[in-house]
Every structure is written in structure tokens, then in C-alpha cells.
């Protein structure tokens, strides 16, 4: 039997289709390994989003060599859709597949020979129109669950359309299947992954929409809480949020991407809102749901993004009531109409944004936490074990609680009353009583 480790870079979408690879390559006889482990094949899911994803990949490659000289090295994902030569190139790869073959992985593994030259499967991105449902299992005691792929929106500094295609999706009775499936697996939280979730049937003949799947979902057997992963501001309509805040299963937590709190900058972005339109779907949202957590992703030092224009935009979350910041340095992407822009931003001043940002982001967290100190919350234990014997799990509203590791506890949903932040900044809580079971 040939081992298999799959190492996965990037966001969660990246996770769910790691995930159903492996099951893939399992159902014909692979057996999967950890990725620190010797095996036969190692597969790296890379990302484009994230600074430097040729040197990750290469600095992945050659640790995997250095386990086994011999294995067998497959390389996928959004990188591998956009550099497919580059990577090619990289000593010790054996095989580049693009977004529409990756999930074809098994057809194309013919020998588990190492290869004299790269073999690289990469069709054009716009022949890519399939939609192939994934979802992770195994690896946490929730499951990212794919229910939409690809983009139209083309922000300026984004390369994801041309990685993952157009928007599409499979109709809402097919995904109610798999999270049917994901359900007999015993799992209690789906959280919802896509690239543009919100665009869910926006180019589909099924005349659904996101709204739509959201109602579906909620009357899912077996699944206690679904929880959205991120979704664009101007797609969060009245019908969502009003929804969410009555919902028994779809959680009071969104996390929805800012990128600037000024309108010249979003402009310049390309983004399809303007801050008024932001600070409108956060008011909504926290009348309907006072105890929400909200995310908020951010990009520093984009293109022509002055000292000005950088304090407009803390100044602005700062006046929003929301619960944390993801920070992104703006990274340069070849083939974005952002890199032509002129007046670049030095990585010294956008290393100085993002860490006052990554400050406000501390301080927006610890007043969510305390504003939510003695009420009564659902907490779902995660299986790791996070050292100490400690274990973790996250309440609804997304508050992270820790407790000593009791294994009988694992994937149970207990009610508990927050009491207070410990040291290392997560909740401690009394129990109340322990709800769902395994």
C-alpha cells in the first residue's frame, strides 16, 4: 500500500478540497500519513494569496526530500494554476496540476516513478467550468464545506479569478446532500467555504441564491450550528442578517472583508462598496444581534495609500463595533492592474500599519470578550490536544474557551457561563450542562 501526505497552504476553501483529494486517493488504495512522516507521494496545496508562494513551495518540496529522496511530488492549487512552468521547474517536483485537473489526480498518477522532467496538467482558467463539491473531515471537529468556487468581481489587486475561474456552484439540493454526508459523520459545525460565497447562483441557471441555501441549510438534520466563513458587504443583504438572527443553526458570526476604510483607496481597489455601505451592514447587524463577533479583513499600504488615507481607515474601524482585524500587507501580483499603479508604499511603512492595525485588533478582540463576561454560551471542544492538557472550542459568537483536557468532552457542545479571560487571552468558563454528545 503507498502512503500518502497532503500539506495544505491558504484559506479554507484550500482545506476542504486537501481533504476530499485524500479521500479520493484512499478509495483506491492510498493510505494517509502526516505530512512529517515518510511516504511514497507528497501533495502541496499552495496558495497565491499569501507573500512569497514560490518560496514556500520550494522550501516545502525540499523538506519532503529530505524524508524520502525517492517520493513522489505532486504540486496543486491556485500557484499551481498561475505558475504552472515555475513550479515545474523546482528540483524534485514531479507533477503540476491546475485547477480543473486536481481533482482528476488519480487518472494522471500512473507511476510513483520519480519523473525525469515535471509532467504539468494546466488547462486554460476559462475552460475551467465544473464545480466539484469538497469537504474536510479528520483533521478538526468542524468541516469546511465547499459550497461555491471562483470569482467575477476582478479586484484590482487580486488574482484569484484568474486561479480559480468564474463563479459557480452546484444547486442547493446537491449541497444539502453533502452536508447531509458531513452530517453521518458524526461532525456538529459545517462552516461554509467558497471564494465569493455570497455570489452563490449568481450565474447558475437554478435561480438560487445564497439566502436560499441558508434556509436549506438550517432545517439539515444532525448538524448543530453552521457557521458562514466570510462574505463580500455588498452581497450581506437585510434578508441574511435578519435571517442569521433568528436562525437555530446558522451562528451570529460574519467575517466580512473591508480591505480599506477609505473611499479613494476602495475605489482604487475596486471594490463594490463604499465605506457608508460597510458601516451600514455593521450597524444592522449588531441591532438584530448585539452579541455577534465580527471579522474584519484589511489591507495595508496599497498602491498610492498615503499616512492620510491609512488614519482615515484605523479611524473608521476604530468607530465600528467589531470583534477582531486579519491584516494583510498589500503583496504585489503580477497580471492586477494594482501593480501599475504608481506611488508604492514602502514595506517599512506598511510593516508599521499593519502591526498598529494587528494592535487595534488585540484591543477591538479584549472589549468583545468583556462585553460578553457572565453570559451563558454553547461551546463546541475541538479533538486537539493544545499542550498542558489543555483543550480549546469555540462558543457561537466565535469566543475561543479553554479548559483542562477531558477526551469524553471532545466534539461535545457544552453550555457554559463565560467568567472570565485568562492569561493567555481565551475564555474560562462554569459549565452549566453538556447538550449534544458523542
Known amino acids: 500500500m503507498s502512503l500518502v501526505a497532503i500539506h495544505t497552504l491558504g484559506c479554507k476553501l484550500n482545506f476542504s478540497e486537501s481533504s476530499t483529494i485524500v479521500r479520493q486517493l484512499e478509495k483506491n488504495g492510498f493510505m494517509r500519513v502526516d505530512f512529517t512522516e515518510k511516504a511514497d507521494i507528497y501533495i502541496i496545496n499552495t496558495c497565491s494569496v499569501t507573500d512569497n508562494a514560490d518560496k514556500k513551495c520550494r522550501n516545502t518540496v525540499k523538506g519532503v526530500l529530505k524524508q524520502n529522496p525517492n517520493a513522489y511530488v505532486v504540486v496543486i492549487g491556485c500557484y499551481a494554476q498561475l505558475k504552472p512552468k515555475e513550479i515545474s521547474n523546482i528540483p524534485g517536483v514531479d507533477m503540476v496540476l491546475g485547477a480543473a485537473e ?13 519523473e525525469t522532467m515535471a509532467i504539468v496538467h494546466n488547462k486554460n482558467i476559462k ?108 452581497l450581506l443583504s437585510d434578508e441574511i442578517i435578519d435571517f442569521v438572527a433568528q436562525s437555530n443553526k446558522i451562528v451570529p458570526h460574519f467575517h466580512i472583508p473591508l480591505q480599506s476604510g477609505n473611499d479613494e483607496i476602495l475605489t482604487k481597489m475596486r471594490r463594490k462598496y463604499l465605506s457608508s455601505l460597510y458601516q451600514e451592514r455593521i450597524s444592522r447587524i449588531k441591532s438584530k444581534m448585539p ?78 470578550y468583556e462585553s460578553q463576561i457572565s453570559k451563558t454560551m454553547n461551546v463546541l471542544w475541538e479533538e486537539e490536544n493544545h499542550g498542558e492538557d489543555l483543550m480549546q472550542g469555540f462558543s457561537e459568537n466565535y469566543i475561543r474557551f479553554e479548559a483542562p483536557f477531558d477526551a469524553n468532552k471532545v466534539n461535545t457542545i457544552e453550555q457554559l457561563t463565560f467568567e472570565e479571560i485568562t492569561i493567555s487571552g481565551l475564555g474560562s468558563a462554569r459549565p452549566k450542562s453538556v447538550l449534544h454528545s458523542n
Open 102 to 114: 486536481k481533482f482528476n489526480m488519480i487518472e494522471h498518477l500512473h507511476s510513483l516513478e520519480k
Open 127 to 234: 475552460e475551467t467550468h465544473d464545480f466539484v463539491p469538497a469537504y474536510s473531515m479528520g483533521d478538526r471537529t468542524r468541516s469546511f464545506l465547499k459550497v461555491q468556487d471562483g470569482c467575477d468581481y476582478f479586484c484590482s489587486f487580486c488574482t484569484i479569478p484568474l486561479a480559480r475561474g468564474k463563479s459557480r456552484n452546484v444547486s442547493i439540493q446537491d449541497t444539502i446532500l453533502k452536508a447531509e454526508e458531513v452530517a453521518s459523520k458524526n461532525i456538529k459545525e459545517i462552516v461554509l467555504t467558497g471564494v465569493n460565497i455570497g455570489d452563490f447562483g449568481a450565474i447558475q441557471s437554478y435561480n438560487e441564491t445564497f439566502y436560499d441555501l441558508l434556509v436549506a441549510l438550517d432545517k439539515v438534520e444532525g448538524i448543530e450550528r453552521f457557521r458562514i466563513s466570510s462574505i463580500e458587504p455588498n
Open 291 to 368: 452579541n455577534c463577533c465580527i471579522g474584519v479583513d484589511v489591507i495595508v499600504g496599497f498602491p498610492g495609500e498615503s499616512e492620510e488615507h491609512f488614519l482615515s481607515t484605523y479611524d473608521f474601524i476604530n468607530s465600528l463595533d467589531v470583534s477582531y482585524l486579519h491584516v494583510f500587507p498589500y503583496s504585489e501580483r503580477n497580471n492586477t492592474t494594482a501593480k501599475k499603479l504608481p506611488n508604492k508604499v514602502s514595506k517599512f511603512e506598511k510593516t508599521d500599519r499593519a502591526q498598529r492595525l494587528r494592535i487595534l485588533s488585540a484591543k477591538k478582540k479584549r472589549h468583545f
